[in-house]
């Protein structure tokens, strides 16, 4: 039986190559639309965990029902004040930094 060597690739390495190297735009698009998928899978999640609907969890906030399928499904055009009442609503604990740039930064917890 013959030893083939199986060729690997790291994630980063396929990503600059197919997407663009960190700091471009093309890169910055694809993290943020990444990052956006998985905070509306998480949503999803743990709506479904609480056993709420999505309307149910819409009127617990004071949206339709649409609204939270949008967030769930990553759409981009939802206001950030409703995805913070979704957090809440849900009980979510909530940390992330806004760094305008180095002496500037604004940390909310």
Known sequence: ????????????????????V??????DKFE??????LIGDMIRETRKEMNLTQEQLGRLIG??????????????????STILKVFEALKAKVKFTIEFNKDNELLIT
């Open 63 to 80: 949206v339709q029902k649409s609204q939270i399928s949008k967030i769930e499904n990553s759409t981009k055009d939802v206001r950030f």
């Open 32 to 37: 943020f639309d990444l990052k956006m998928d």
């Open 22 to 27: 960190k700091g471009t735009s093309e890169r």
């Open 1 to 20: 039986m013959e030893n083939k060597k199986i060729k690997t690739y790291a994630l980063e390495d396929i990503t600059d190559e197919f997407i663009g």
